[in-house]
């Protein structure tokens, strides 16, 4: 029988996810978004579901769970659900007539140096300026319309003072013009001691070199306060660019979804 976890008890299932590919989404959620969480057994748990606010879903645990149909039904028509080995890939393929997936890659961070970083760290052309987000940069975020995705990220905060509060970024500019904007959430910081990174680069700016700039200046700030990046990419650009600021081994794998009809 499926049993919801308490919201109070949600970080003591946490050992389950501790080796999954996108713990450090999940620690985020956890940290600041509404998650439900599901077990076979509150007890002796054998599989674990944390599904985040209707969209994300991350399995853990064993997959020849006895119940394991039973806590799929938990799982949304086409909510992203990502799962730790490919062997739980395999597994979710028997599940549904009709699935989707997305491609991406998991890298490693073990190779990444201040030193190395440092020398990416060249000097801007004339007219641009490397700034921190601060409260200015989200307000700007919203007036310029830089990517629905930043948007809706500051909007989900409910304000750019509270976005200032609980992310850290930095940003290149042309005069007050957005050119390349780099980010990480601090609430996963004290689950992982490592932050996921997330880059946009206005399409007027490509081609540049902004993105490999603005992601170096984060990692060296987040290096130095001991905290480990974390890149997974979503495409063959993003990995080219994470394997220039030094990570290394990507691993490619997929986020899987449902759907009722083809």
Not at 170 to 193: H, N, R, W
Request: proline letters at 6%.
């Amino acid at each position: 029988m499926i049993q919801q976890i308490p919201q109070n008890q949600l970080m003591d299932f946490w050992p389950y996810f501790e080796r999954h590919k996108m713990r450090n989404p999940l620690a985020q959620n956890l940290a600041w978004s509404t998650v439900e969480g599901f077990v076979d057994n509150l007890e002796n748990p054998d599989v674990v579901l944390f599904l985040c606010q209707q969209w994300a879903c991350y399995l853990a645990g064993n997959r020849k769970a006895e119940n394991l149909k039973e806590l799929l039904v938990k799982i949304p028509e086409k909510a992203f659900i990502y799962v730790p080995s490919q062997e739980w890939e395999r597994c979710l393929k028997t599940q549904w007539t009709y699935f989707g997936y997305f491609p991406r890659t998991e890298l490693s961070a073990k190779n990444i140096s201040l030193q190395r970083i440092r020398r990416l760290l060249n000097s801007l052309p004339e007219g641009f300026q490397m700034k921190k987000v601060d409260i200015e940069v989200a307000n700007q975020i919203l007036s310029q319309k830089f990517s629905n995705h930043w948007v809706g990220v500051i909007n989900y905060f409910g304000s750019p003072e509270k976005f200032d509060e609980e992310g850290i970024g930095y940003c290149i500019q042309e005069d007050e013009k957005i050119a390349s904007l780099v980010m990480g959430f601090k609430a996963s910081v004290p689950i992982t001691q490592s932050l996921e990174i997330a880059i946009a680069t206005h399409p007027d700016y490509q081609g540049r070199g902004f993105a490999t700039l603005v992601s170096a200046k984060l990692i060296e700030y987040i290096l130095k306060k001991g905290i480990e990046p974390h890149w997974d990419a979503a495409n063959p650009l993003s990995v080219k660019l994470a394997q220039k600021l030094g990570f290394t081994d990507p691993e490619p794998y997929r986020c899987y979804y449902w759907r009722k009809k083809p």
